[in-house]
């Protein structure tokens, strides 16, 4: 819009001779000629030729530059061949021999301007050449920078598979050592159990051997996937049926065997709330008795499972006692089940209790 009205004003201004030759022509007639160049400017950024088209007629009739002019520039700003560009080179030399015989023909002031040898070309040159040559190097300098663009986009691409290939390499680096350093101790772990099974006398022993076993087996399935994940940037499916909160007596039980007093409140009507939902709440039991065995030791504790109308609460607690070698940890425990509590849309709080006890709470979006 701002292009055609700018050629507008230069058209008329050449036409009425304040920078260019004056013509004999009728006002109304040099606005609408100058009209149609403004026109064709406007649509020049979509199509060019029009308005090349038009400065020509318009240069040869009434020496009037600017249409020409940005013609020209838009011409080199699209051309991209040779042949096309030595044939607008070509119309431009046609024109201006056609303006400088007509200004032969008439004489006067378009003589003077347009008819000497010299002037023509000076004025072809800086009217045409120049806009060309400007369009070109611009032109020039858009593909310079989109392919410098598109060679900085291909360099991040290939950084960011080169990171996934060294975050895959590491993923089977850790794999391996986990494998060379749990799996093999926690098998024999499960063999021992399963010799003290075997060979003991004492009911109970053989008892508390088959619970270790059948936890050491648990372990080894559960290292597994976890191994699997680490060889796998992609997360595989899971083989076997996950926990939900029906497989919830089962892991108290396994508590139970070894000496803890727990105590299941379930509040609510109790419902089908979804496997996401329902496995994420069996991981927060799973984490509270893990700390219950690390830092209380042979105590009680309590586990609340609440149906909420519009979430699923579970709160899990233990008195302040603490075994006095308390079992190595991570610390990276609670860090990873908030994430997975977080990641279904609920939230998690833990921290001591006012009576030096450990509570342990989430709230799972149902």
Not at 126 to 147: E, K, N, Q
Not at 283 to 288: D, F, T
């Amino acid at each position: 819009m701002v292009l055609g009205v700018l050629v507008f004003g230069l058209s008329l201004a050449t036409l009425s001779g304040q920078m260019g030759v004056a013509t004999d022509l009728p006002f109304p007639l040099l606005v609408l000629i100058a009209a149609v160049a403004g026109v064709a400017a406007w649509f020049a950024p979509r199509a060019w030729w029009p308005l090349a088209a038009v400065g020509a007629l318009v240069y040869v009739a009434f020496a009037m530059w600017p249409p020409l002019l940005v013609a020209s520039y838009y011409a080199g700003t699209t051309l991209r061949e040779r042949r096309g560009i030595a044939a607008y080179a070509g119309m431009g030399v046609v024109t201006v021999a056609l303006s400088a015989g007509v200004g032969a023909l008439i004489g006067g002031q378009r003589e003077h301007l347009t008819g000497a040898l010299g002037n023509a070309t000076l004025i072809g040159a800086a009217g045409i050449g120049l806009p060309l040559v400007f369009g070109l190097w611009v032109r020039a300098r858009r593909d310079m920078l989109a392919a410098a663009h598109e060679r900085a986009e291909r360099l991040e691409r290939e950084q960011v598979m080169r990171a996934e290939q060294a975050r895959t390499q590491e993923r089977a680096r850790i794999a391996r050592e986990m494998h060379d350093v749990v799996a093999h101790r926690v098998s024999l772990m499960v063999m021992h159990a399963g010799a003290l099974e075997v060979g003991t006398s004492d009911t109970r022993t053989a008892e508390a051997a088959a619970l270790i076993g059948d936890i050491g087996r648990e372990a080894l399935a559960n290292l597994r996937d976890v191994l699997g994940v680490l060889r796998s940037p992609a997360l595989p499916a899971p083989r076997a049926p996950q926990p939900t909160l029906a497989d919830l007596d089962g892991l108290l039980d396994q508590s139970r065997a070894l000496g803890i007093a727990l105590t299941r409140h379930d509040e609510g009507e109790a419902r089908s709330l979804g496997p996401t939902v329902e496995r994420t709440a069996y991981r927060v039991v799973q984490e509270a008795l893990a700390n219950v065995h690390k830092h209380a030791g042979e105590t009680s504790a309590d586990v609340s499972i609440r149906f909420l109308p519009s979430s699923l609460e579970v709160v899990a607690n233990h008195p302040p006692v603490r075994q006095a070698a308390p079992l190595p940890e991570s610390g990276w425990g609670l860090v990873g089940l908030r994430e997975r509590v977080e990641l279904v849309g609920g939230t998690l709080h833990a921290g001591h209790r006012e009576d030096g006890g450990f509570e342990l709470r989430a709230r799972i979006p149902a």
